[in-house]
Structures are given as C-alpha cells and as structure tokens.
C-alpha cells in the first residue's frame, strides 16, 4: 500500500489521480489533499477517501473546509507552509505535484529533502528552478517521475538505453486550438477560444500556455533537466493527432516512439506504477482508426515565438527561466480575464525578461525573490497595457 499526497487535488490532475486511486484500492491510500480554492469539491473529494490531512491553500477559506469536515477524523490546515510540512509527514510515500505555476516549487523541494517519491505534473519546478532541483537530488533518496504524457514518453523510450547513445530527444506538441489560424487574426481571439484545445481536456492556465506553445518550451526546460539534454538537442515537432507522446532518435540514427491515446490517466498510471511496474487496466485500446494517419510538421516559429523565447532562456540559464515563467502567470491570468489580448502575453514576458538582471547560479532566496520582482514587473506591464 502506497500512501500518496496529492497536491492540486481539485485540478484536471488531481481528479484523474483520484480516479487511478479508486481504481486500484489495494494498491493506493489517500494520505493528504491539497487544493488551492475549490472548496467544495475538496469537502467532496475528503469524504471519499478520508485522508489524514486536508490543506486549502487559501487562509480565507480555511474556515470553510474546517467547519465542512468537523464531523470527521480529519486534520484540516492552510497555507503555503502547512503544505510543505505536509510532504515530510512518515505517512507520506509519494506526492503527486498537480499544483499550478511556481506554488509547487516550495513543496517539492520539501519532498525531495525529506526522501518521498515524486510524481512529477508541475513543470514549473524545474522550469523555475531545474539547476537547484537537480543539485537536491543528487543528495537525497527521492527520485522523480515525470506525468506529463511527453515527459512519461520520454522515459519509456529511454528504459534499456545507455545516456551517451541519445542523440536527441523529439518533442511532441499538438499545436494547440490556433494551429491553422492565420497569424494576423491572433490579435482578436478570445480566452474562450483558447480553451478549445482540439485533443486534451487540461485546466485553464495549462490550456492557455498549449494556445501559445509555451507549454512546448515549458516542456523542453524540464526535459532538459529530467534528462541532461542540452537545449538544442531537444527538437519540438507538430503533431496534430497527439497519438506519438513524444519519441527518442540515437546515434546510430533509430528513432524510439511511444504512443498512446491523448489521455492523461495513462501517463499518471505509468507514474504511480514505477518503479515496480505496469498497472494493468481495461481502459479503451487504440483501434486502427486512430493511428492510421500521423502526420508531423515543423512549428510555426513566427506565429508562436514564445518557443524561441524559451529557448533563449534556457540556453542563458539561471534565473532568466524562473523570470520568463513568473511573467507567463501573470500575463495568462490578465488575458483569462480579459484585461490583455492574446499577442500581449509575448510582450508582457520578453518585457519582463528584458528589465530583470541575471543571476548565473541563484540560490532558492534568489529564486524566491526573481519571482517575486519578475511578477511586479509583469504586472506593470499588464496595467500599462
């Protein structure tokens, strides 16, 4: 039995690891949900699998959550640091990070120095923070998983393989709702039709930055970090059906691929079962019809040129990284609501970028505040729009 904490429990992530839980209930206890601000479902969530803790981040709403669960033998807390004590707890084995944005770093890097299993789904860590991650690990028992489908795809391919034999690492990407739209009317779409992605049903910040492709670029930094692959070895390639996760070529020129339905229960699955193995289900199968056509075509780099954006990033490393992400929050949230368009969120982060000093080898103070200046910034950028 493996006792598992579940940060984000309320998001897209959370929910489908609660259905992996549920579908295998001698394998997995609940130990500790934590969600942002989702109040009720959190209440609902709690009731079903009666975990030790519950923690709301929202101090607001502690109250809330509190008095809903009074009924039950259930700790209930709040706040960024009762999460990351949470983590360390002896009760905990893995934690599923589904947190959005840079509130999942403090917590991983509470789970990482206490030795828990990672399952890995806020890309935003090593984005922000891959260089100081990496460091901890190298000193403590925890191991990381990715459950993001590309990065799960990635480690599949590699199982067997020898780390001098990649060459380099194909980057899927599905090319989001505006793949087909021409450039110019960019400047008109709206929130809703950003969140129409055409194969994956993610939350809203995720959906935002797939529109964008900063995602890809998001995805491309903790690549580089989960496999020690330099920047420009990682190549991002088109793929509308979201069939091919992503795929591995070697030296000798062979190319490793693995595929699967657009489905996220899968890459979590695959997560949760490492390292003892597959855990076996009778889920839907692909069919011929779904991977008789595959098709792959190179980025639009003009249309999307938040991928060079993080390219550029990473290749300067530090903490330009946690700069360009901490500027992508808050433009993604102002266009959500409707204060920016859709081609601000490209001048709100190169702006941000191109007004914050660089640190070559920042310490978590430095990380800490980088964010938080990065954010001001980006805000003023967003008022001033």
């Not at 944005?101 to 509470?110: R, V």
């Not at 059906?241 to 992503?246: E, G, K, L």
């Not at 954006?309 to 700069?323: F, Q, S």
């Not at 070559?360 to 990380?367: I, L, N, R, S």
Request: charged residues 20%.
């Amino acid at each position: 039995m493996t006792n598992i904490a579940i940060l984000g429990s309320t998001g897209s992530i959370g929910r489908q690891t609660l259905d992996i839980v549920a579908e295998y209930p001698t394998l997995f206890k609940v130990a500790l949900l934590v969600a942002n601000s989702s109040t009720d479902l959190l209440v609902k969530q709690a009731r079903q699998f009666l975990p030790e803790q519950v923690i709301i981040a929202r101090d607001d709403l502690y109250p809330i959550v509190r008095d809903a669960l009074a009924d039950l033998p259930i700790e209930v807390a709040c706040g960024a640091h009762a999460i990351a004590e949470a983590v360390t707890r002896p009760e905990v084995d893995t934690v599923v990070t589904a947190m959005v944005g840079y509130s999942g770093l403090e917590p991983t890097i509470a789970a990482i120095k206490a030795g828990k299993t990672i399952a890995l789904a806020n890309k935003e860590t090593l984005v922000v923070a891959g260089d100081l991650i990496t460091r901890l690990l190298q000193s403590s028992r925890s191991k990381i998983y990715p459950v993001d489908s590309e990065h799960g795809a990635f480690w599949q391919c590699l199982v067997g393989e020898r780390h001098e034999d990649i060459d380099r690492l194909l980057l899927t990407a599905s090319g989001g709702p505006f793949r087909t739209l021409p450039r110019e009317q960019l400047a008109t779409v709206t929130a809703a039709d950003a969140l129409k992605h055409p194969n994956w049903a993610m939350g809203a910040k995720i959906t935002i930055d797939s529109a964008t492709m900063m995602n890809k670029g998001f995805e491309m930094i903790e690549a580089r970090w989960l496999y020690d692959i330099e920047p420009d070895r990682i190549t991002i390639i088109v793929h509308p059906q979201s069939i091919v996760h992503s795929m591995v070529e070697f030296v000798d020129g062979s190319v490793k691929a693995q595929l699967g339905l657009p489905d996220m229960h899968l890459p979590i699955r695959y997560a949760l079962g490492l390292p003892s193995g597959r855990l076996a289900t009778p889920t839907h199968r692909m069919t011929l019809n779904d991977f008789a056509t595959l098709t792959f075509e190179e980025p639009d780099r003009a249309k999307f040129p938040l991928i060079d954006v993080a390219y550029d990033a990473a290749r300067r490393g530090g903490n330009v990284p946690c700069v360009m992400n901490a500027a992508n929050e808050i433009a993604v949230a102002a266009f959500l609501k409707g204060d920016i368009g859709f081609n601000d969120i490209h001048r709100i982060i190169t702006g941000t970028m191109s007004r914050m000093p660089l640190i070559p080898e920042p310490t978590y103070d430095d990380y800490v505040a980088t964010n938080a200046e990065a954010r001001q910034i980006a805000e003023e950028l967003t008022t001033n729009n």
